[in-house]
């Protein structure tokens, strides 16, 4: 959706460090939601948020948590990355009431670890 | 767990001809949404369709239609007067209405030609 900021937009990190990705829905879009896509692959959901708590969880690595704070923006923490984790992380976000079903995609972060 | 299939990897269409894109899913809820996303090549995921499974009528956007077929949980997407900004990885994806998570098929890779 216009206007949905993922920050940063490329990051490199390498192998074991950390890594913080984050998301700045808009305006009275409540609900964010984490993806992965791999290369060549569908996206994968990661985690979701409503109202800064946690509503669903998926196939998350037990070294990624997330959190959503009091101005519903969103951050993805990665801790001792791999090869593997090298993805297009997208953040969705949605809106309570008419409409929630659907979720629009902010541009992404690439995530390179050598 | 619910699913979705897209038994075509990729697809090609010329310039103003009509296409469609194949979609089954499976799932145990009656209700549920049902969306395509494209992304293309700058790989921002863009809403371009959605269908809510309690509604009969088919939905439609501009040159976008679907059929869609309840009852053999096929979800098709149809493109008319095909423009070459149509090229884009094209993705079927089912929410339940007892989550929040989006699932994905593998996606169709199509190509619109001058």
């Known amino acids: 959706a216009a206007g949905v900021i993922q920050s940063p937009r490329h990051l490199i990190k390498e192998k074991r460090e950390t890594a913080t990705l984050k998301c700045y829905p808009i305006?009275?879009?409540?609900?964010v939601y984490w993806y992965q896509q791999g290369p060549g692959q569908d996206p994968q959901f990661l985690i979701s948020f409503y109202e800064k708590m946690q509503s669903d969880k998926g196939s998350i690595p037990d070294r990624f948590s997330a959190q959503q704070f009091s101005d519903y923006h969103s951050e993805l923490n990665m801790s001792s990355l791999e090869l593997g984790d090298s993805a297009l992380y997208f953040c969705a976000i949605s809106r309570k009431g008419g409409g929630q079903e659907t979720q629009y995609f902010g541009p992404g972060t690439r995530l390179l670890v050598l | 767990a619910q699913t979705v299939t897209q038994s075509q990897p990729e697809m090609s269409v010329q310039e103003a001809e009509t296409v469609t894109l194949s979609c089954t899913y499976d799932t145990s809820e009656s209700n549920y949404y049902l969306f395509w996303y494209k992304q293309p090549p700058s790989r921002q995921m863009i809403l371009v369709i959605r269908q809510e499974a309690y509604k009969q009528q088919n939905a439609t956007e501009n040159r976008f239609s679907v059929n869609f077929q309840k009852a053999a949980k096929s979800f098709s997407l149809k493109i008319s007067d095909s423009q070459l900004g149509d090229t884009a990885m094209y993705f079927c994806?089912?929410?339940?209405?007892?989550?929040?998570?989006?699932?994905f098929g593998e996606g169709t890779q199509l190509t619109v030609n001058p």
């Open positions: 305006p009275r879009h409540d609900t």
């Open positions: 994806a089912l929410r339940e209405t007892s989550g929040s998570r989006l699932t």
